[in-house]
């Protein structure tokens, strides 16, 4: 499989997922309406929360990041060195430069966010700035704008969007249910199972989708950080000081882990159906096939 081919492969499943995620939303809400014969105010409720929270984060999420990350924003006076191997990517990619920060913390990782290519950040620790190579830190930086060109920040904030609406709609109905607050179906034992399948199934299905969607992005990233760099070999060395990493960073918050290249908790840490990054030790074999007879 060629990248270009995994590329494509990656943004199909991704969208799969995406439309999946939709979907749920949906009959989520149906049922809802179903059973408590609520002429369609779960529903209502369900896209209207979406829509709302969606536009607040779309304009205000990557500041909320950053901040929680303890990220300062420098310029090139203050680091020339980041600074300009950040230039001369967006330069090769042909996108607009992003605002660029440190996080002091001396574990290695980094993370984007932003709405889009014209409104976007790159955050880095000062300890992938001082323990990678060039090549490495190259790798991390392209991995970081693959992101941002790939629209994942926006695709990922869709998708917390829409698991937070099941689980929220899902509450409200399991809480409706069991004290009665709503008028019930005659037929209790098809209410029961309903209620049952929106306490428990949906909002396991909907935490499965959302860790799958975030995994496929990583790979998707991986992949075009290799096509700008043209050397996959960087990204896969990093990835492997960053898996020997035996401390969490210090700054790590579970709100904003799935942002980072790495599980930002501890680099030793495997991967599992509920990790919200592929394992690393798979991410650094796909990237050593791109390098090989038949990738780039």
């Known amino acids: 499989m060629t990248t270009y081919d995994f590329i494509a492969s990656n943004k199909r ?54 901040s929680m990350s303890g990220a300062r924003e420098v310029s090139e006076k203050d680091n020339p060195y980041l600074v300009r191997m950040v230039q001369n990517l967006c330069i090769t990619t042909g996108m607009p430069m992003p605002k660029i920060h440190i996080i002091n913390d001396p574990a290695i990782n980094a993370f984007a966010t932003g709405r889009d290519p014209e409104h976007s950040s790159i955050a880095v620790t000062t300890g992938a700035i001082q323990l990678l190579e060039n090549e490495e830190l190259e790798g991390v930086l392209a991995h970081e704008l693959s992101h941002v060109r790939n629209y994942d920040i926006r695709i990922m904030m869709l998708v917390m969007v829409l698991a937070g609406t099941i689980v929220i709609i899902a509450d409200l109905v399991t809480r409706s249910f069991i004290w ?90 495997s991967a599992s159906l509920f990790s919200t990054h592929p394992p690393i030790e798979n991410r650094i074999a796909a990237l050593r096939q791109m390098s090989g007879p038949t990738g780039m």
Do not use: C
């Not at 609520?38 to 950053?66: H, M, N, P, Q, W």
């Open 13 to 66: 499943k991704s969208a799969l997922l995406i439309a999946i995620f939709g979907i749920l939303v949906i009959v989520i809400g149906w049922l809802a309406d179903q059973l408590f014969e609520s002429g369609g105010t779960f529903l209502v409720l369900a896209v209207g929360y979406s829509i709302i929270t969606a536009v607040v984060g779309f304009y205000s999420g990557d500041r909320l990041a950053l």
């Open 180 to 269: 009665g607050g709503q008028r019930r179906r005659k037929d209790n034992g098809m209410a029961l199972i309903i209620g049952l399948i929106l306490m428990i199934v949906a909002p396991l299905a909907t935490q499965l989708i959302k860790l799958a969607i975030s995994r496929r992005r990583e790979y998707l990233a991986d992949a075009s950080a290799a096509l700008i760099t043209r050397f996959p070999e960087g990204l896969a060395r990093a990835l492997q000081k960053i898996q020997s990493q035996s401390q969490p960073m210090q700054s790590a918050s579970g709100a904003t882990a799935h942002l980072f290249i790495a599980n930002p908790f501890s680099g030793r840490l």
